[in-house]
């Protein structure tokens, strides 16, 4: 099974990406959250995976945390739900926002993820209702640093900082940063090139 991968972006056509790895160029399929999130192409960077295989090929999905390669594959568990309509959520939903979700019983909040019914939904909130409150240390805390990630990115980019200045100064920043100390220390390293 393959875990992780390692390499450069070879090419970005949303939602799936080439990473070239040694030579080797991996396809995968990626959520949203984790293609926008992604450096430019040419570009060194890792992707946790979810290796499947199927009757009609095998299929390689990447993630850039361990709570959405987790919330994906919980997702996957559920019957009737499939690799394309797990992709859909997570790209409409980050996984703390679906936490929340499962966790209040907002079928509207899911019914707002393209390809999602309101039955499928109160399939997903009863289904998962259990299995992410139980790992909360793992889903919701990695969810909490991703969306502190987020945050600041976003505060960059609002500041007129472009992608690639506001992706290295986050690169630098430590990995459990909040978000307040994260843009403070950002626009420090910012301000110093």
């Known amino acids: 099974m393959i875990g992780r991968l390692t390499g450069l972006i070879a090419e970005k056509n949303p939602p799936q990406i080439v990473l070239d790895v040694n030579g080797v160029g991996y396809e995968l399929d990626v959520p949203m959250s984790t293609f926008y999130n992604l450096p430019g192409s040419g570009e060194k960077t890792t992707l946790l995976t979810h290796f499947a295989v199927r009757e009609d090929g095998h299929y390689l999905y990447g993630f850039l945390s361990e709570s959405e390669r987790f919330a994906f594959r919980q997702l996957l568990k559920i019957s009737g739900i499939g690799a394309r309509t797990a992709l859909s959520v997570l790209s409409g939903l980050s996984v703390g926002d679906l936490a929340a979700a499962v966790a209040r019983q907002e079928v509207g909040r899911l019914i707002k993820v393209p390809g999602i019914g309101k039955k499928t939904a109160e399939r997903l909130l009863l289904e998962l209702k259990g299995k992410l409150a139980e790992t909360t240390a793992v889903a919701l805390g990695g969810a909490v640093v991703a969306d502190a990630r987020d945050d600041i990115l976003n505060a960059l980019l609002a500041l ?33 090139v």
């Open 160 to 192: 007129g900082y472009n992608d690639k200045e506001a992706s290295a100064a986050l690169k630098q920043l430590p990995a459990d940063v909040g978000t307040s100390d994260g843009i403070r220390q950002a626009l420090k390293l910012l301000s110093k």
